[in-house]
């Protein structure tokens, strides 16, 4: 119970350190919200409205910092992340919830299906270590090792122009309007299958590293040995034994890439237009829109935290050891 309170103070303490910063850096950048809006709109709107821009968006500058801090936690604990400038006057809570399912299905979907491959091509090699099969992993390394925007740039060339396999851009065809209907969830599939491909590309080769090496651990201990002297069949072995223990590293760095779904996708996203929470932090920070930025960053600090505590919770479960260090 103990380590669970001190757990649980840690994240608070964590969680408002995060609050805090994400007041603090949109305000550290260069550039001024309201001058940049009323730039926007060339004249339409009048000069004189300057201050009630700047009240409306929480950077008056007849209050100090402090004052702003207070206003900002109030409006952040009554749930209103307050009305974005780059899609006035559209509140950024609306804006976040249209697109963070978007990020958290796409990336989500393409994390899991990733973690499944590499887990199983990685107890695969680290079984049969010394055989052809340790070539497959310089194949997945290489796709690991070129940058993103690389491999969603030639994926693009090739398999959508070239080939005209797949959209190159959007969450779904834009003649369509959203419903719940095969033909929608088709288009949807459909424009998010490159995007999703490139991410298993990219990221599947930890997981097969990972598992590769755990199983070349756990395959010399004893308790396998036993299993193999019994004359179990070699799927029991492998999978009974070896693998179950071997995943155990696995599950927690599962758990940790969950928190990063929501905010490590804006590369991706930008690639391929994808309009999900990374698309719009991009559009927000280019317009220096204070709000949806800090709405977007609270997001994914949230995330980065669930994660957290989940993972600490299943390692507490799993090894009794981390409840009696903590």
Same mark, same amino acid.
């Given at each position: 119970?103990?380590?669970?309170?001190?757990?649980?103070?840690?994240?608070?303490?964590?969680?408002?350190?995060?609050?805090?910063?994400?007041?603090?850096?949109?305000?550290?950048?260069?550039?001024?919200?309201? !001058?940049?809006?009323?730039?926007?709109?060339?004249?339409?709107?009048?000069? +004189?409205?300057?201050?009630?821009?700047?009240?409306?968006?929480?950077?008056?500058?007849? /209050?100090?910092?402090?004052?702003?801090?207070?206003?900002?936690?109030?409006?952040?604990?009554?749930?209103?992340?307050?009305?974005?400038?780059?899609?006035?006057?559209?509140?950024?809570?609306?804006?976040?919830?249209?697109?963070?399912?978007?990020?958290?299905?796409?990336?989500?979907?393409?994390?899991?299906?990733?973690?499944?491959?590499?887990?199983?091509?990685?107890?695969?090699?680290?079984?049969?270590?010394?055989?052809?099969?340790?070539?497959?992993?310089?194949?997945? !390394?290489?796709?690991?090792?070129?940058? %993103?925007?690389?491999?969603?740039?030639?994926?693009?060339?090739?398999?959508?122009?070239?080939?005209?396999?797949?959209?190159?851009?959007?969450? %779904?065809?834009?003649?369509?309007?959203?419903?719940?209907?095969?033909?929608?969830?088709?288009?949807?599939?459909?424009?998010?299958?490159?995007?999703?491909?490139?991410?298993?590309?990219?990221?599947?080769?930890?997981?097969?590293?990972?598992?590769? +090496?755990?199983?070349? !651990?756990?395959?010399?201990?004893? *308790?396998?040995?036993?299993? /193999?002297?019994?004359? #179990?069949?070699?799927?029991?072995?492998?999978?009974?034994?070896?693998?179950?223990?071997?995943?155990?590293?696995?599950?927690?760095?599962?758990?940790?890439?969950?928190?990063?779904?929501?905010?490590?996708?804006?590369?991706?996203?930008?690639?391929?237009?994808? /309009?999900?929470?990374? *698309?719009?932090?991009?559009?927000?920070?280019?317009?220096?829109? *204070?709000? #949806?930025?800090?709405?977007?960053?609270?997001?994914?600090?949230?995330?980065?935290?669930?994660?957290?505590?989940?993972?600490?919770?299943?390692?507490?479960?799993?090894?009794?050891?981390?409840?009696?260090?903590?």
């Amino acid at each position: 119970m103990r380590f669970f309170v001190r757990r649980a103070v840690f994240y608070l303490i964590t969680a408002w350190a995060a609050i805090t910063l994400n007041f603090f850096i949109p305000r550290f950048m260069p550039g001024d919200p309201v !001058t940049a809006l009323l730039n926007r709109f060339q004249g339409r709107l009048d000069s +004189n409205a300057r201050h009630a821009l700047e009240v409306l968006f929480g950077v008056d500058s007849t /209050q100090s910092t402090w004052d702003q801090y207070l206003a900002y936690w109030r409006l952040l604990l009554s749930g209103d992340l307050g009305v974005s400038f780059t899609f006035f006057p559209t509140p950024v809570i609306e804006i976040v919830q249209q697109s963070l399912p978007w990020t958290i299905g796409l990336v989500g979907i393409a994390t899991v299906i990733s973690f499944l491959i590499g887990t199983l091509i990685g107890t695969f090699i680290g079984w049969r270590r010394g055989t052809w099969a340790d070539g497959l992993l310089p194949v997945s !390394t290489f796709f690991s090792a070129v940058p %993103y925007f690389w491999l969603g740039l030639i994926a693009i060339a090739l398999l959508s122009v070239a080939l005209g396999w797949f959209p190159s851009s959007g969450n %779904y065809d834009r003649s369509m309007v959203p419903n719940l209907s095969w033909e929608f969830a088709g288009s949807v599939i459909e424009h998010g299958a490159l995007p999703a491909l490139t991410v298993v590309l990219s990221s599947v080769s930890g997981w097969i590293l990972g598992m590769r +090496n755990m199983m070349v !651990t756990v395959s010399s201990e004893d *308790y396998v040995t036993v299993a /193999q002297a019994k004359g #179990l069949p070699e799927r029991s072995v492998v999978f009974g034994y070896a693998a179950r223990n071997a995943i155990l590293p696995q599950m927690s760095s599962f758990a940790l890439s969950l928190g990063f779904i929501v905010g490590g996708t804006l590369i991706m996203e930008m690639v391929f237009s994808y /309009q999900g929470i990374g *698309y719009v932090l991009y559009q927000a920070v280019s317009t220096h829109d *204070y709000p #949806l930025m800090q709405g977007c960053f609270l997001v994914i600090t949230l995330s980065v935290l669930v994660a957290n505590v989940f993972a600490d919770v299943v390692y507490a479960a799993l090894d009794p050891r981390t409840r009696q260090e903590g």
